[in-house]
């Protein structure tokens, strides 16, 4: 059974510092991109970051740039966010995605609430 949860939100003020996980079991870690989308009332779901199977490319949204940074342990099956100088625009419902293009697979976590205000 295809797993991903995750975990790390909660409220924080403007400025602070964020790391959510996404685990993942029944299906090969390594072999799949991951991602991390966000999507706040009232907008649509977005993507936030990426990484390839083995990490070493990577993507942002600009509007992140330079302030989040997505990693993964292939050993631990485990991708995460790490979201530094938070904004209350960052408020939203973060989300992991696993994907394999060739074979036509896309899995998704159920969110995580991160909350920036003072």
């Known amino acids: 059974q295809v797993q991903l949860v995750e975990s790390g939100g909660g409220l924080v003020q403007p400025g602070g510092s964020l790391r959510l996980s996404c685990a993942a079991s029944?299906?090969?870690?390594?072999?799949?991109?991951m991602s991390w989308y966000r999507q706040a009332p009232g907008k649509e779901r977005e993507l936030v970051a990426y990484?390839?199977?083995?990490?070493?490319?990577?993507n942002y949204a600009d509007s992140v740039k330079g302030r989040f940074t997505i990693s993964r342990d292939n050993a631990k099956s485990t991708v995460y966010l790490q979201m530094n100088s938070l904004k209350p625009d960052d408020t939203a419902v973060y989300y992991c995605?696993?994907?394999?293009?060739?074979?036509?697979?896309?899995?998704w976590g159920q969110g995580t609430q991160v909350t920036v205000s003072s």
């Open positions: 995605k696993a994907d394999r293009p060739a074979l036509w697979r896309v899995y």
């Open positions: 029944g299906f090969t870690f390594s072999e799949y991109r």
């Open positions: 990484s390839t199977s083995t990490g070493v490319n990577t």
